[in-house]
């Protein structure tokens, strides 16, 4: 597998009318929705496990990264 920079996640823009709890709220479930979807598709229909459920564990596990790494931030902005 080739080696993949990690999926871009839209910073939190400054002129929504959302909070950043909100906002980081309805990322998040909108890519847990995808991903549950994407794993009950790949991993129960058909007889084998194919190459596209790693693929997908590799981008959920940077996805994730990614949210923590832009939670963590704005986390950390808020507190200086």
């Keep these: 597998m ?4 990690r999926p871009a996640f839209p910073d ?3 002129q929504s009318s959302a909070t950043p709890t909100e906002y980081f709220r309805s990322q998040l479930q909108e890519a847990v929705t995808l991903h549950t979807m994407m794993f009950d598709k790949l991993l ?3 007889q084998e496990l194919p ?4 693929e997908l564990f590799e ?3 940077n996805t994730y990264l990614n949210f923590s790494e832009k939670i963590s931030n704005e986390y950390l902005s808020r507190r200086t």
């Design 2 to 5: 080739k080696p993949q920079s």
């Design 59 to 61: 981008d959920v596990a």
């Design 44 to 46: 129960f229909e058909g």
């Design 51 to 54: 190459l596209e459920l790693a």
């Design 12 to 14: 939190f823009p400054a």
